[in-house]
């Protein structure tokens, strides 16, 4: 337990690094509240990341975000960062509906871009985003969708007990508290993009994916909750969804924005196909075949806390009648806070027990940038598939995309 408590403390409170002469330079695009999280705490233990300056509609805000979190300077405008020469990238955590837009502003202004999730509004904006010809020169800008928990060591082991092939069915779910957001929050607001698809239920998605290795190829069903108060009416508080992927199997997805009081981690659980196991010591006319189930508990925040439980049912029958003449079970539980604690290929991996899913995807982002080598990063095609998921279940669910920036 105070191994627990010491890690996720050094997790908000890293060591602060000392930084390089060329270290990357970030303005923030917004005094948004992920900003700390997703950004400004994980680059204090970075030795190649500055945050420089931030810039917000509020300058007063602004300033007073810049003064909190000792960033150097103030800007009067998201131009203003954009048009500094001393600024190397731009994090982009402003609302759904102004990422597409400010992404595509900061990078043909030559900047590096973070984006937060979703990357767009829908797929349109996606296809336009990520092909852009400035993104295909030579030394052209590096541009990440900010999915921070697809680089978590956890979400990297508990993949390496699944094959996607055999996947038959995956069940997600996420949620959080009512009491977190009131009806007038961004997450609600349908010019904004908002939705609990859009907000939260991303997150599912991108699991499901990544479990199957492929896209869905149909939404079976999408069934939303929404106030009903004639205001919000396109913004879906919560959701149940059913895909089906290209081998046959059926992800389930589901999410609250008006959860219960008591927060319930995130979950992924992998149902594979029962395949028969090759084991010489079995008389002839006899085999042994396996059902495998895998989970993640708090695919989403795993750096707080998550467990992999692997549970796998081994039977005995006859191969003539099926009949089964022994059957067991056994389980195993991991966790992974760390690439050398997840083991085996991942085990010379940088990085320490306490690091952020977000101080994970910082490593990779600046990889890029640098022209190193990176060992897991969010493709554009990838984001851009993402947000196809994200439109085939908005619009199985009635509530219609979310709309599309006039910007081009």
């Known amino acids: 337990m105070a191994s627990t408590v010491m890690r996720i403390f050094t997790a908000f409170g890293p060591p602060k690094a000392e930084k390089k002469s060329d270290a990357i330079r970030f303005g923030i695009l917004g005094a948004a509240q992920i900003a700390p999280l997703a950004l400004i705490t994980p680059a204090l233990s970075h030795p190649e990341v500055i945050i420089q300056a931030v810039a917000a509609r509020d300058h007063t805000r602004a300033s007073a975000f810049a003064k909190k979190h000792n960033i ?15 600024i190397d990238a731009v994090f982009i955590p402003l609302p759904n509906s102004l990422h597409f837009e400010w992404a595509v502003r900061s990078i043909r202004a030559g900047k590096h871009v973070l984006l937060e999730k979703p990357s767009t509004s829908n797929a349109t904006e996606a296809s336009i985003l990520f092909n852009l010809p400035e993104l295909k020169v030579p030394n052209a800008p590096i541009l990440l969708e900010a999915f921070h928990n697809r680089f978590h060591p956890s979400l990297h082991k508990f993949l390496s007990f699944i094959t996607p092939s055999d996947v038959v069915h995956v069940h ?38 990544m479990i199957f290795n492929d896209n869905p190829i149909e939404c079976l069903s999408c069934e939303p909750g929404i106030f009903g108060d004639g205001i919000h009416d396109q913004c879906d508080t919560d959701f149940k969804a059913k895909f089906r992927f290209p081998n046959g199997g059926i992800a389930e997805a589901s999410t609250t924005m008006r959860g219960s009081v008591l927060w319930k981690p995130s979950e992924a659980r992998v149902t594979h196909r029962e395949v028969v196991v090759d084991d010489k010591a079995l008389p002839a006319g006899k085999e042994k075949v396996c059902t495998r189930i895998v989970t993640l508990h708090g695919f989403i925040h795993a750096f707080i806390w998550h467990r992999i439980d692997v549970k796998d049912s081994f039977v005995i029958r006859d191969k003539r009648d099926r009949r089964p003449v022994k059957s067991w079970t056994e389980s195993k539980s991991y966790k992974a806070y760390s690439y050398k604690e997840a083991g085996g290929e991942f085990a010379e991996l940088p990085g320490e027990d306490w690091w952020m899913s977000y101080r994970y995807q910082l490593e990779e982002f600046v990889n890029r940038v640098r022209g190193r080598d990176t060992q897991y990063w969010v493709e554009g095609e990838d984001s851009w598939d993402q947000m196809k998921m994200v439109d085939m279940a908005y619009e199985k669910s009635g509530l219609g995309l979310r709309p599309t920036s006039d910007f081009r």
């Open 72 to 86: 150097p300077d103030v800007h009067t405008s998201y131009d203003e960062i954009l048009e500094d020469p001393s």
């Open 172 to 209: 997600t779910d996420s949620m959080v508290p009512w009491l977190m957001l009131d009806k007038d929050n961004i997450a609600f607001n349908y010019k904004l993009s908002g939705g609990s698809m859009m907000m939260l239920g991303t997150y599912n998605f991108g699991v499901i994916r």
